[in-house]
């Protein structure tokens, strides 16, 4: 977690606080409004001995709570009958979290810098990026309702399923 914070806090776009709720280390990462209209969003990253969670706070902080949500959601009871026998992961996300899911997957793509506590310019170029292409990424995550990926294993056969909801706008 020091390390993700200490990445977050390099950006002097980004604000980044850190903080305890219950049992869970939080950080708390604020993105900014831009010039395209985008409202500032929240991001929550929670972490326990057992879980880590990324997602808005209504949803971390119901993750982190122990709260059954997705019981309750409708995108979720869809894709949980295409769960694999004996699955080892499941992965699901709604709609709501899909645009912050590929900006997250945008940073990953990035491979690191030479100094990664030190080259600043590299990062504002990376948050500068991503800030350019988010209305193209709220467009395109707008597509989806739901989204989900479950594997399992058999002997030594790995099996993957996933399933991919469209919105039906």
Known sequence: MDNIYQTLTISPTLKSERT????????IVTIPDNRDGLPEMDVYIGITDSLLTIGTRNSTLAILAGEAGLISNAPYQN????????????WFTNGDIITIFFNFVLLWLVPPPQDPLSDFDYYEGIFTSIRDYQPNLV????????????????GDTLFIRTMITLTQK
Request: charged letters at 10%; zero cysteines; a negative charge.
């Open 20 to 27: 305890i709720i219950g049992e869970a280390e939080v950080i």
């Open 79 to 90: 894709t949980s009958q295409f769960i694999l026998p004996n699955a080892t992961h499941y």
């Open 139 to 154: 467009q395109f995550a707008d597509l989806f309702d739901s989204a989900s990926l479950t594997t399992s294993v058999n």
